[in-house]
Structure formats: structure tokens, C-alpha cells
């Protein structure tokens, strides 16, 4: 099956890459250098309050929009085709402007049904074209990361480019026995090292880097209209991901502040705490280092704005 691009397809980036590995560092990277470009970004946050989109920085070139409540690659992925359809509605009608745009997916997303869907839907697929899956990986944790997630496999798998960030934190030998392991899980995937996300421009965008025959190749089903797909290390194809449910736990009053509790699957939840008061900052310290201390183990990662 042959992809033709059309030099009037508007080139669409995939940026994925586990919990806490530097996606959104990167993406701030790219929304604030002096390049030229018009960006418009699609966020996907894993829990119902955005945190990350308070995080970037954005001026008038950019169009931020952000998805709540589910991953972009299981139910909300007719979300992701009707944004799409939107942006386009929009920027035919000359209300906003962009040349480009960068899909930063959940950490806990599988990018397989994200890329299904420029190429099994047919108002997408004429107007996007899929520039690239950029998937960052985390030196200090990724064999651990890899050992224990389906889902970074995924993300590793799918790959057109591997940016292995804080390797500052690892020795060389870690770093070299990380990026061995990526060779063989993907290796058509180029590997390169990134600081805070310090990598040129044109490392991560027009890369026309994804190759729909050489998935094809491996997986003559990928475009199934029901194929699930994941990608296992040590086996580039694509099995299920679609048991991923996603459920509200309650939300309660807590003084002024609020709790959110959000259900991936079974095994994964996450918890937002907000409120309208300072906090200290000795007790916070104290409360987050107490935190660690007893569910370290269990916890992916913790942030606040």
C-alpha cells in the first residue's frame, strides 16, 4: 500500500513517551524556539484536570487544545478525529492559523491507534499527513519503565525517532546498555540523546519518518477496522490494548480544595488535589518526602502547578 504526501497535507507529529520521561519539556522546546513554525497542539493528560497545558508556554502562533479524561488512543479516539476536523473547519475558514501539528499523547497511551487513525479515516487522512511518532525515553528508569509497561513497549515500538533523555543521571555503560535495547526492539528507529529538551528543531519535525508499508509488512492487518494493536519487546506487532477502562472514582470537598480520582485500568489511578489556599512550603516539603517514603514503590509520578 503506497502513501502518497501531498505538499498541501498538514504534517502531524506524535510525541509519546512514558510518565514523567520529558514529553512536555520537549514540547516546550518547540513552542518557544525561534523557528517559524505555526503549531497546533493536541494534549492528551491522563487524569480529569490538565496540568500540563498550565505548564507550557504559548503565544498567539500556537493553539493549545487540550483533551481531559481518557487516553487519546482508546475512548477518546473520536475525540481525536472530531479536533482534528475542527482545526481544519477553523483554519479553512481562516479563524486561526497553523502550518503543523504535534499530537502529545498520555504517558500511558499506546500510539497504535493514534497512527490508525490518518490512515483509516477518510476526512483525516486527506487533509494530516503522519509526519512521525517521536517517542522520549527516560535513561534513569527505562529498563525498569520497559520491564514493567506494556505501553512503553508500545511506544518504543512504534518509533520513528528515540530520544533517550537524562542520560546526565546514568553512566555510560547505562545509557549504552539502554540504547541496545532499544536497537533491538525498533531498529529502524535513529536513537539520540536530549537534554531538558535541547534537540534541533529539525530533529523532531518534517521527518517524514513514518512508513505505513513497513508496518504492513509486519502486520498485514494493522489497518483492521477492529485490530488491536500493541507492540511487545522482542516482537514488532501489534496485540490488545483495548481492555483499558476509564471511570471516575468520587469527588469530594475537602476544606477548599478538591479531589479527583481517575481510573485507567485496574492497576492505575490517578488522584488531583486543588485548592484556592497557599500551601507551605516546610510542611509540603515534609508531607511530599512522607509520601515517597511509604508508596514510593507504587507511584509513576507526582507533579503540581
Given at each position: 500500500m503506497e502513501v502518497n504526501a501531498s505538499?498541501?497535507?498538514?504534517?502531524?507529529?506524535v510525541l509519546t513517551g512514558?510518565?514523567?520521561?520529558?514529553?512536555?519539556t520537549l514540547l516546550n522546546r518547540i513552542l518557544t524556539e525561534q523557528h517559524g513554525h505555526k503549531i497546533a497542539v493536541i494534549e492528551n493528560e491522563f487524569g480529569p484536570e490538565g496540568i500540563d497545558s498550565e505548564l507550557l508556554v504559548s503565544d498567539p502562533g500556537e493553539q493549545i487544545v487540550e483533551m481531559n479524561n481518557g487516553c487519546i488512543c482508546c475512548t477518546v479516539r473520536g475525540d481525536l478525529v472530531r479536533i482534528l476536523n475542527e482545526l481544519r473547519t477553523k483554519r479553512q475558514a481562516g479563524q486561526i492559523a497553523f502550518e503543523r501539528v504535534i499530537i502529545e499523547t498520555t504517558g500511558m497511551a499506546n500510539p497504535g491507534p493514534v497512527t490508525q487513525t490518518f490512515f483509516m479515516d477518510d476526512t483525516v487522512s486527506s487533509y494530516y499527513l503522519l509526519d512521525a511518532v517521536i517517542t522520549v525515553v527516560?535513561?534513569?528508569h527505562g529498563h525498569d519503565t520497559l520491564d514493567q509497561q506494556p505501553e512503553a513497549q508500545n511506544q518504543?515500538?512504534?518509533?520513528?525517532?528515540?530520544?533517550?533523555?537524562?542520560?546526565?543521571?546514568?553512566?555510560?555503560?547505562?545509557a549504552q546498555s539502554l540504547k541496545d535495547r532499544l536497537v533491538h526492539m525498533n531498529p529502524r528507529a535513529p536513537i539520540k540523546h536530549v537534554n531538558f529538551g535541547d534537540v534541533p528543531i529539525k530533529d523532531v519535525l518534517d521527518l517524514r519518518g513514518f512508513n505505513l508499508n513497513a508496518i504492513l509488512e509486519i502486520d498485514p492487518e494493522f489497518l483492521a477496522g477492529e485490530h488491536p494493536d500493541a507492540v511487545r519487546e522482542g516482537q514488532h506487532h501489534h496485540d490488545g490494548h483495548d481492555d483499558h477502562s476509564h471511570?471516575?472514582?468520587t469527588k469530594h470537598d475537602h476544606h477548599d480544595g478538591d479531589h479527583h480520582g481517575h481510573q485507567h485500568d485496574d492497576a492505575i489511578k490517578a488522584f488531583v488535589f486543588q485548592s484556592n489556599r497557599a500551601f507551605?512550603?516546610?510542611?509540603?516539603?515534609?508531607?511530599?518526602?512522607?509520601?515517597?517514603?511509604?508508596?514510593?514503590?507504587?507511584?509513576?509520578?507526582?507533579?503540581?502547578?
Amino acid at each position: 500500500m503506497e502513501v502518497n504526501a501531498s505538499a498541501s497535507q498538514v504534517p502531524v507529529t506524535v510525541l509519546t513517551g512514558f510518565l514523567g520521561a520529558g514529553k512536555t519539556t520537549l514540547l516546550n522546546r518547540i513552542l518557544t524556539e525561534q523557528h517559524g513554525h505555526k503549531i497546533a497542539v493536541i494534549e492528551n493528560e491522563f487524569g480529569p484536570e490538565g496540568i500540563d497545558s498550565e505548564l507550557l508556554v504559548s503565544d498567539p502562533g500556537e493553539q493549545i487544545v487540550e483533551m481531559n479524561n481518557g487516553c487519546i488512543c482508546c475512548t477518546v479516539r473520536g475525540d481525536l478525529v472530531r479536533i482534528l476536523n475542527e482545526l481544519r473547519t477553523k483554519r479553512q475558514a481562516g479563524q486561526i492559523a497553523f502550518e503543523r501539528v504535534i499530537i502529545e499523547t498520555t504517558g500511558m497511551a499506546n500510539p497504535g491507534p493514534v497512527t490508525q487513525t490518518f490512515f483509516m479515516d477518510d476526512t483525516v487522512s486527506s487533509y494530516y499527513l503522519l509526519d512521525a511518532v517521536i517517542t522520549v525515553v527516560d535513561a534513569k528508569h527505562g529498563h525498569d519503565t520497559l520491564d514493567q509497561q506494556p505501553e512503553a513497549q508500545n511506544q518504543v515500538g512504534f518509533a520513528d525517532r528515540i530520544l533517550m533523555s537524562k542520560v546526565d543521571l546514568v553512566s555510560s555503560a547505562e545509557a549504552q546498555s539502554l540504547k541496545d535495547r532499544l536497537v533491538h526492539m525498533n531498529p529502524r528507529a535513529p536513537i539520540k540523546h536530549v537534554n531538558f529538551g535541547d534537540v534541533p528543531i529539525k530533529d523532531v519535525l518534517d521527518l517524514r519518518g513514518f512508513n505505513l508499508n513497513a508496518i504492513l509488512e509486519i502486520d498485514p492487518e494493522f489497518l483492521a477496522g477492529e485490530h488491536p494493536d500493541a507492540v511487545r519487546e522482542g516482537q514488532h506487532h501489534h496485540d490488545g490494548h483495548d481492555d483499558h477502562s476509564h471511570a471516575h472514582d468520587t469527588k469530594h470537598d475537602h476544606h477548599d480544595g478538591d479531589h479527583h480520582g481517575h481510573q485507567h485500568d485496574d492497576a492505575i489511578k490517578a488522584f488531583v488535589f486543588q485548592s484556592n489556599r497557599a500551601f507551605d512550603p516546610a510542611k509540603l516539603e515534609e508531607y511530599l518526602g512522607a509520601l515517597t517514603q511509604v508508596y514510593g514503590q507504587d507511584m509513576l509520578r507526582y507533579k503540581g502547578v
